[in-house]
């Protein structure tokens, strides 16, 4: 028979991906708890996450890390174990490839994964304002406001403008009470005027702004429309009175009459 040469074969191994872990740092204004999450290569996170991943590998002496939102990538030498890492602060959805070489081979392929970023969304306020129709002396106001993870401050604003005044009216503010950590609430606030010794002719001005908890950008905040109380003149409010007097004095009478019959 006829035999060949004798040849050696040397295996090569391809670079393989064993584990691919995240460790997940939240913002510490969301009050959340870090997690870590196994196998996981796909993300969804609050925006101002830091993800710092923990790469198991095969035959692999280096990864190169590209992530849609750097201009360059990161080359990642082993560790111990063939472990590799690397961590970035995540405040948009970025994609991001892993690309496993050793000094033979390659991956058949890149791997790739898209990390899914939500924003801290702005606040939400609606206010129904109720006002002392006949002393002009007091506000009721109520309403709700609304965010994804709390709020820092709620205010009211206003301005007199006087009758008489010919200066810019100076803007005021003060706190409403509300509670910090709950995402959805009502707030009520009666507001007593007579500190502001308004007369007739005056207008008040006012709105209520709220602002949020982020702790990523800075708090952001929403206002009110503004809304403005008139009080008419000594005349009209007599006359208002007068009005109101004779028509609960007629209802007693109209009862009174009733009782009879």
Not at 209 to 232: A, C, F, I, Q, R
């Amino acid at each position: 028979g006829f035999f060949s040469q004798e040849y050696d074969i040397r295996i090569i191994n391809k670079p393989l991906i064993g584990d691919l872990n995240a460790q997940l740092h939240f913002p510490n204004y969301l009050g959340r708890k870090d997690e870590y999450l196994k196998n996981v290569g796909n993300l969804n996170v609050p925006e101002g996450t830091r993800i710092v991943w923990d790469i198991n590998c095969l035959y692999t002496d280096q990864v190169r890390v590209e992530m849609s939102h750097e201009s360059t990538p990161t080359i990642l030498e082993a560790g111990l174990m063939n472990g590799f890492s690397f961590s970035t602060i995540a405040n948009k959805s970025f994609q991001y490839k892993l690309k496993l070489v050793n000094d033979k081979a390659k991956a058949d392929g890149d791997l790739e994964y898209t990390v899914n970023v939500a924003p801290d969304v702005m606040p939400k306020i609606s206010v129904v304002p109720v006002k002392d129709s006949s002393l002009f002396n007091y506000i009721l106001l109520g309403g709700t406001i609304e965010d994804d993870y709390g709020f820092s401050s709620l205010r009211v604003f206003y301005k007199v403008l006087r009758k008489s005044q010919v200066t810019k009216a100076v803007t005021y503010n003060f706190p409403i009470r509300f509670s910090k950590g709950n995402n959805y609430q009502n707030f009520y606030l009666n507001w007593l005027l007579d500190s502001l010794h308004l007369s007739s002719g005056d207008k008040l001005e006012y709105y209520v702004k709220v602002w949020d908890n982020d702790g990523v950008n800075g708090p952001k905040s929403v206002s009110s429309e503004t809304y403005l109380l008139e009080l008419p003149s000594e005349r009209t409010i007599a006359d208002e009175l007068r009005s109101k007097k004779a028509e609960t004095s007629q209802n007693l009478s109209n009862s009174h009459s009733q009782s009879k019959a």
